[in-house]
């Protein structure tokens, strides 16, 4: 009985033992990072002190400069909106990766519109657009030369009446008129020498004498807007 006693109590303390390595090793590699922690920074504030006295010196070599314009508290005062305006500046930055991304993914698509656009612009130079829109500005400096403000006034008045009269000009009754018209004009069908004679036999053809009728219609509607006018 007393050996197995013995023997628990070995066993516990061995236990204990055990135990007490595991936390002596843990505090051992504790202390070996935490020394290695401490000399990694050692080394770091040895390799940064340089450059911290150089930032020093040449931040105060332009404060020097700028002394007469601008004050530490102005300094103070900006930084201070900046660190304010942190979220609204990453959120600006936000915004242009987006716009460049945006330009970069745009630059094919705009590479081929312009590339259409020349090519249609030099169609319509070879079609003569450009000589036609031209000839146009020509003739708008002819009309700007040549009439008067009040002339443009009365056009404008009587542009509604000028555009039906276009529109019944334009008719293909009238189209055909003025083109039978003109081809009779350049034939030489009729003689030198036109007789009485000649002129009444013309009258007894059916459309001679329709013709003449359209002809007084005509005498007689320009007489009477002149008596209109009057």
């Known amino acids: ?64 400069e700028i002394e007469g314009y601008v004050q530490l508290e102005d300094i103070i005062r900006v930084t201070k909106r900046l660190v304010r305006n942190t979220r609204n500046i990453e959120q600006m930055l936000d915004q242009l990766e987006s716009l460049s991304d945006l330009t970069r993914e745009f630059g094919p698509l705009s590479d081929g519109i312009f590339l259409t656009v020349m090519t249609r612009l030099d169609e319509m130079e070879r079609k003569g657009y450009f000589a036609f829109l031209q000839g146009g500005m020509d003739i708008m400096d002819e009309v700007v030369t040549n009439f008067t403000e009040d002339d443009i006034r009365q056009l404008g008045e009587n542009v509604v009446l000028i555009l039906q009269t276009v529109k019944e000009m334009t008719q293909p009754e009238i189209m055909t008129l003025l083109s039978s018209s003109a081809n009779v004009m350049r034939e030489d069908g009729v003689p030198e020498n036109v007789s009485m004679r000649y002129l009444l036999r013309q009258l007894n053809d059916p459309a001679v004498r329709r013709g003449l009728a359209k002809t007084l219609n005509i ?12």
């Open 219 to 230: 005498l007689r509607t320009v007489s009477d807007s002149q008596v209109s006018a009057n």
């Open 1 to 64: 009985m007393e050996q197995v006693m013995n023997g628990q109590a070995i066993a516990e303390l061995n236990q204990k033992v055990d135990a007490l390595t595991e936390q002596v090793a843990f505090l051992a590699e504790e202390a070996r990072l935490e020394r290695r922690r401490r000399q990694e920074w050692d080394e770091l504030k040895n390799d940064l002190m340089p450059v911290a006295g150089e930032v020093y010196q040449l931040s105060v070599r332009q404060l020097d």
